[in-house]
């Protein structure tokens, strides 16, 4: 029942029992009754229209779920493989389903309710919420996607459909408004008034959007633009008083910046800035943003003509190991300098499969090392889970391990466990290092066998769209293959580390992207990669 209706209803009932003593001696004041009678009747119709309303959209929910729920099911990850249908589970989880609760609690239903209440601990919260609508931020920015091109869901080697919607594109500008990030509203509340001005049938009225857009953009500092969104929102709704009260406080900052121009006509004037219709994004903490996004994207890679007659394939028997020589792998080239390799076939579905089976239950989330403290924590910049196997989980472990082993030449003994990374949506890391840099000593303290010399990457999955692997220091981007595996040295021979290869991980656009890896350290390998005769050896 509407809280309104719940009012009228006891008001009415109220009214009756507090005149029962008094109208029955006065038929002129029973006559009121019979007015406060019809009232009743009628807020009685409204709450039975309400209900039958209730019941008509919880049906019309669970219709759409069912057809929705029907398709999800029969192919989870593919399904989840469209970042939008990703982000779209989350956001039904923490806050389209939380608005059914509260719909049908007003009913008898205690059933479902009791089953929803369970079942909500295990839901996403704000938070997985927030996070999903940054990770739909990130592939825009990174792959330069407009909200328009999100929003109706056209990427990429997608094999489902989905689009969003102007509640949807709302979320999306409220999350970036919260976390402070302007870029972002106005991009988002621009796309959901579009929606809403080409006749989108939405809850969010345009009175809400424009009351976010305006302000977003007068944090670009274009007062012009603010003051003709805040006017449009006032010939909307003349009452809103923050709107108002805004207008006035923009007139009044125009007006100053006139008489300042005016007092100083070869004053410069800082205008926002604008390019292709949208504010300049901007700048954040990573100095090679623009250089890793590209790289990502497919642009900039610097493979040249000469430097490809130096890249060969061949057969590779491990400097003629006895396991090799029969079935050798199949080794390509991916870089001269510093030496990347491919390896082929590294890795079988049925061994990748289970692995996988191993890793899921382990999985949380990936951390970081804090460069000051040591200590592991997550971080923004990496987006994924990830698990630790040993060789006791299971023989197909220690069978993958002895095989990295005989491919590298270098023993698994100091090595550390088996990680299993499965990137969630939008996953990324971010460029780094995976060896310690000299203000780092301690990092592998703990361990006992120093450096990370080298660094083994087993692709486990096809990626649709996006997750290369990308070097920004050389402009190197390498793209997954599921069975494949590349192989690289983090030091030089003089145990020095090689800081071209700070890589990363890039976002996934569309797919569902496994790895796994062995990092191997120094000791123990020191007669299988002896020193050089220079520190870049």
Not at 4 to 12: G, I, K, R, V
Not at 122 to 151: C, I, V
Not at 331 to 338: A, F, G, H, K, Y
Not at 437 to 453: I, Q, S
């Amino acid at each position: 029942m509407k809280p309104c209706l719940q009012l009228m209803f006891f008001t009415c009932i109220s009214l009756i029992g507090h005149t029962e003593a008094e109208f029955f001696t006065s038929i002129g004041q029973m006559t009121d009754l019979i007015y406060a009678e019809k009232d009743l009747v009628q807020s009685l119709k409204e709450y039975i229209r309400a209900e039958e309303s209730k019941l008509t959209q919880i049906k019309s929910w669970a219709e759409k779920m069912d057809v929705l729920t029907s398709k999800s099911t029969s192919d989870p990850e593919g399904y989840l493989a469209h970042p939008v249908n990703a982000y779209k589970l989350v956001k039904r989880l923490n806050t389209d389903w939380l608005e059914l609760e509260n719909l049908v609690l007003r009913d008898t239903t205690n059933g479902f309710i009791a089953n929803l209440t369970i079942q909500r601990q295990f839901f996403p919260t704000e938070e997985d919420e927030t996070g999903a609508a940054k990770a739909l931020m990130r592939l825009q920015d990174t792959y330069r996607l407009d909200p328009e091109t999100l929003s109706r869901g056209n990427l990429p080697g997608t094999k489902y459909r989905s689009s969003l919607t102007v509640g949807d594109c709302f979320g999306m500008g409220k999350t970036a408004y919260n976390d402070g990030d302007y870029y972002h509203t106005v991009l988002w509340m621009e796309q959901a008034l579009k929606q809403h001005d080409e006749g989108e049938d939405t809850t969010v009225s345009k009175v809400e959007i424009l009351d976010y857009l305006s302000y977003a953009v007068f944090q670009f500092g274009d007062l012009h633009r603010a003051m003709e969104l805040t006017r449009r929102l006032i010939s909307l709704d003349s009452t809103h008083e923050r709107a108002g009260s805004n207008l006035r406080y923009f007139e009044k900052l125009l007006e100053k910046k006139r008489e300042e121009e005016e007092k100083n006509k070869t004053m410069t004037t800082t205008e926002p800035v604008v390019q292709g219709g949208a504010y300049e994004r901007p700048l954040d903490y990573l100095p090679e943003r623009d250089i890793y996004e590209a790289l990502c994207r497919g642009e900039g890679v610097k493979m040249t003509p000469r430097r490809q007659k130096r890249l060969f394939c061949r057969y590779h028997d491990g400097n003629r190991n006895p396991h090799l020589l029969i079935a050798p792998f199949k080794e390509e080239d991916e870089w001269d300098s510093p030496h990347i390799v491919r390896y082929y076939d590294v890795m079988s579905d049925e061994e990748i499969e289970k692995i996988k089976q191993l890793a899921k239950p382990r999985l949380a989330r990936a951390t970081v090392r804090d460069p000051k403290t040591g200590v592991l924590t997550v971080a923004s910049y990496r987006v994924s889970k990830s698990s630790w196997l040993e060789e006791e989980d299971d023989p197909v472990v220690a069978k993958v391990n002895h095989r990295m082993q005989q491919i590298t030449g270098l023993t698994v003994k100091t090595a550390e466990l088996l990680q299993v990374a499965n990137y969630g949506m939008g996953g990324q890391y971010e460029p780094h290092f995976d060896f310690s840099r000299k203000d780092e000593p301690d990092a592998f303290k703990r361990l006992g066998t120093g450096n990370r010399v080298a660094t083994f990457l087993n692709y486990m999955s096809d990626v649709e769209a996006g997750g290369a692997t990308v070097f920004p220091d050389f402009g190197a981007a390498i793209w997954p293959k599921k069975g494949t595996a590349v192989f690289w040295y983090n030091l030089f021979r003089s145990g020095e580390g090689d800081y071209r290869t700070r890589h990363a991980a890039c976002p996934v656009l569309v797919g569902c992207k496994w790895v796994s890896n062995k990092w191997f350290h120094e000791r123990g390998n020191e007669f299988l990669r002896p020193c050089g005769r220079t520190e870049v050896d």
